[in-house]
C-alpha cells in the first residue's frame, strides 16, 4: 500500500472537484472532497498539502483526510480542518494540491459564540436576610466573536432538602391513599419554603469582551429578606450558555463562653 500525505506521492491520486468547500466553526471546518485511485495497487490518503493565498494562519500543514482507496476506486470522502479557535467570521481562499494540480479551497468560518467561567462553582458561607456576599471570577470569551457581558438582576436559590422535606410532611399528614390531599400538603410546603430572588450584580455589565480576551467579574449576590438561617440553599446562574453554580451555607455559631469559676 502507497502512503499518500501533504509531503509526499500526492500526485499519485486525482481529484474530480474544480472546487472544495469546508464550512463551520474555526476549529471544526468539515466539508468533503471527491477522489480516485488510477493506481494499479491500494493507497492510504492520510492528508493533502494547503497552499495559504490569505494572511490567515492555518494550523495543520495538510486537510486531514485519512482515506484507503483500493486500486481503481472512486469515492466521495469528508475532510477536517482546523483553524485558530479566534479566526474572524468570513471566507477565506486558498489552495489544495492533488493529482499534480492546484484546487480551489474555499474556507466559510462561521460565528462562534462560546465562553467560559472560571470557576465555575462557588460557595458563600454565612446567611442571614439581606447579607451581601461578594465574589470574584473570571470570564473568557472562546469564541470568534465579541461578547457583551449582561445585566443580570436576580436569580431562584432554593432550600436544598425543599423536596424530600415537604414530600415526607405531606405522606405524613395526609391519610394513605389519599394522593390528592397528599399533593396539595406538598405544594403547600413548597409554597411557603420557596424564598423570594437572590439579587444579583455583575460591575462589569455592558462591558464588551473580544474574542481571545478575558475579565474579572466583580459578582454581588444579596439573599433575600425571607431566607432561613438555618437552611442550606444551592443556586444556578446563567450568563449565555454556561451556569455559574452556587451554594450558600450557615456560618459557624458563636460558642457560647463558659463562666469563670471563682477562685
Same mark, same amino acid.
Given at each position: 500500500?502507497?502512503?499518500?500525505?501533504?509531503q509526499e506521492q500526492?500526485e499519485q491520486i486525482h481529484?474530480y472537484?474544480?472546487?472544495?468547500?469546508?464550512?463551520g466553526p474555526?476549529?471544526k471546518?468539515?466539508?468533503?472532497?471527491?477522489l480516485?485511485?488510477?493506481l494499479?495497487?491500494?493507497v492510504?490518503?492520510t492528508?493533502?498539502?494547503?497552499?495559504s493565498?490569505?494572511r490567515q494562519?492555518?494550523?495543520?500543514a495538510?486537510?486531514?483526510i485519512?482515506a484507503?482507496?483500493?486500486?481503481g476506486e472512486?469515492?466521495?470522502?469528508?475532510?477536517?480542518?482546523s483553524?485558530p479557535?479566534f479566526?474572524a467570521p468570513?471566507?477565506y481562499?486558498?489552495?489544495?494540491f492533488?493529482g499534480?494540480?492546484?484546487?480551489?479551497?474555499t474556507?466559510?468560518?462561521?460565528e462562534?459564540?462560546?465562553?467560559?467561567?472560571i470557576?465555575a462553582?462557588?460557595?458563600?458561607?454565612?446567611?442571614?436576610?439581606g447579607m451581601k456576599?461578594k465574589?470574584?471570577i473570571?470570564?473568557v470569551?472562546?469564541?470568534?466573536?465579541?461578547?457583551s457581558?449582561p445585566?443580570?438582576r436576580?436569580?431562584?436559590?432554593l432550600?436544598m432538602d425543599l423536596?424530600?422535606?415537604?414530600?415526607?410532611?405531606?405522606l405524613?399528614?395526609?391519610p394513605?391513599g389519599?394522593s390528592?390531599?397528599?399533593?396539595?400538603e406538598?405544594?403547600?410546603?413548597?409554597?411557603n419554603?420557596?424564598?423570594d430572588w437572590v439579587e444579583?450584580?455583575?460591575a462589569e455589565a455592558?462591558?464588551?469582551?473580544?474574542?481571545?480576551?478575558?475579565?474579572?467579574?466583580h459578582?454581588?449576590?444579596?439573599? *433575600?429578606?425571607?431566607?432561613n438561617p438555618?437552611?442550606?440553599y444551592?443556586g444556578?446562574l446563567r450568563i449565555?450558555d454556561?451556569l455559574?453554580?452556587?451554594?450558600i451555607v *450557615?456560618?459557624?455559631k458563636?460558642?457560647a463562653?463558659? *463562666?469563670?469559676?471563682?477562685?
Open positions: 500500500m502507497i502512503k499518500i500525505t501533504s500526492h481529484c472537484d474544480d472546487e472544495i468547500i469546508l464550512s474555526p476549529a471546518l468539515r466539508g468533503s472532497i471527491t480516485a485511485n488510477n494499479a495497487e491500494a492510504m490518503v492528508d493533502l498539502p494547503i497552499k493565498l490569505s494562519v492555518i494550523q495543520q495538510g486537510i486531514t485519512n484507503p482507496l483500493s486500486a472512486n469515492r466521495r470522502q469528508r475532510l477536517n480542518l483553524l479557535t479566526t468570513g471566507t481562499q486558498h489552495k489544495v492533488v499534480g494540480q492546484e484546487k480551489d479551497l474556507l466559510i468560518v462561521q462562534t459564540l462560546e465562553i467560559e467561567l470557576p462553582n462557588l460557595t458563600f458561607v454565612g446567611i442571614a436576610p456576599h465574589k470574584e473570571i470570564l470569551n472562546k469564541g470568534n466573536v465579541a461578547f457581558i445585566v443580570v436576580h436569580n431562584m436559590t432550600d423536596i424530600c422535606r415537604n414530600l415526607t410532611n405531606a405524613k399528614k395526609t394513605d389519599d390528592k390531599a397528599t399533593m396539595d406538598f405544594l403547600k410546603g413548597l409554597k419554603d420557596l424564598t444579583v450584580r455583575i455592558g462591558k464588551v469582551l473580544e474574542p481571545g480576551s478575558s475579565i474579572v467579574l459578582l454581588e449576590f444579596t439573599l *433575600p429578606k425571607d431566607i438555618n437552611r442550606e444551592e444556578d449565555l454556561q455559574l453554580s452556587y451554594i *450557615p456560618g459557624p458563636p460558642t463562653k463558659t *463562666p469563670k469559676k471563682r477562685a
